[in-house]
Nanobody
Framework: QVQLVESGGGLVQAGGSLRLSCAASGLTFSSYTMGWFRQAPGKEREFVAAISWSGNTYYTDSVKGRFTISKDNAKNTVYLTMNSLKPEDTAVYYC?????????????????WGQGTQVTVSS
């Protein structure tokens, strides 16, 4: 049984930082592309960042230069380090796993999902 468990969300002031973690189990973590998505109230779930099994990364334009995705295969964990946070980054952040070999953007392509962690950025 595959499980993805996010942690690290919370309330932070604009300009602050948070690091999200996603611990995976039940899958061959090193073979998966891992992604972070977010969903704000009243909006669709959107792609934030992903890291492929080989370590390639990709970011949506709005977070480039501020967010960094990384992973630790030994710990089966993917991270999202978020700096210079803005109120518009407020959302529930989800971790997802895709068995495809390269990074894909659409949420529908991802096989497994965590339950999400709330990030709130106050102005």
């Amino acid at each position: 049984q595959v499980q993805l468990v996010e942690s690290g969300g919370g309330l932070v002031q604009a300009g602050g930082s948070l690091r999200l973690s996603c611990a995976a189990s039940g899958l061959t973590f090193s073979s998966y592309t891992m992604g972070w998505f977010r969903q704000a109230p009243g909006k669709e779930r959107e792609f934030v960042a992903a890291i492929s099994w080989s370590g390639n990364t990709y970011y949506t334009d709005s977070v480039k230069g501020r967010f960094t995705i990384s992973k630790d295969n030994a710990k089966n964990t993917v991270y999202l380090t978020m700096n210079s946070l803005k109120p518009e980054d407020t959302a529930v952040y989800y971790c997802a796993a895709d068995s495809w070999g390269s990074i894909r953007i659409p949420a529908r392509e991802y096989d497994y999902w965590g339950q999400g962690t709330q990030v709130t950025v106050s102005s």
